[in-house]
């Protein structure tokens, strides 16, 4: 018997021997919807760690669910830029599509990064720099906007817009 009839082989009897019970395995997005849905009232927003490297900033942002049970959010995120008169610059772009329902457990935590450029090394007239003082971040499907102070300066033009990812756990 070749090497690889023989690997065949002991699949097969393993799984007649040890199956796995099909209750097991359940997908995250079925979890997620058994779960109901974040409210603003629940969650608490803040600042984690800043950091840059190669012409780049990046903030990370925590979403926290302040309530005493598991929320669950579509995940999807915005960033916008603001100064001392309101809104600067263009908003993030959307977050990629896909990945199923975020499921943020009681009193956890879930992330996700706005990261922008640098205007020091991009060319003025394509960057157009302006001092930054606070982000608004606004999750898809949660009826609220977050709002946090940053001192940063910041790209206004739509070419270097900010960037976010979409929450994730874990």
């Known amino acids: 018997m070749t090497r690889f009839r023989t690997l065949a082989v002991l699949a097969a009897v ?5 199956p796995v019970p099909a209750a097991t395995a359940v997908a995250p997005a079925t ?3 058994a779960v109901a849905a ?3 009232g629940d969650l608490h927003v803040s600042k984690g760690h800043l950091e840059g490297a190669a012409g ?18 579509d995940g999807f995120t915005r960033y916008r830029f603001r100064d001392a008169h309101g809104p600067i610059g263009n908003k993030s772009t959307r ?15 879930a992330r996700s ?13 394509q960057c157009r720099a302006q001092g930054a003082v606070a982000f608004r971040m606004t999750i898809n499907d949660v009826d609220a906007y977050f709002r946090l102070p940053i001192d940063a300066s910041v790209c206004t033009t739509r070419k270097y817009r900010p960037h976010g990812t979409r929450l994730a756990t874990g």
Not at 14 to 18: G, T, Y
């Open 38 to 40: 974040c409210s603003a």
């Open 56 to 73: 780049s900033r990046y903030q990370t942002v925590r979403v926290k669910n302040t309530s005493g049970a598991d929320c669950a959010t």
């Open 95 to 109: 977050n990629p599509s896909g990945g199923g329902r975020v499921v943020i457990e009681a009193g956890h935590s």
């Open 14 to 18: 393993s799984a007649i021997l040890f």
């Open 31 to 33: 979890i997620g919807a």
């Open 113 to 125: 990064v706005l990261s922008w450029v640098d205007p020091g090394p991009t060319v003025p007239s």
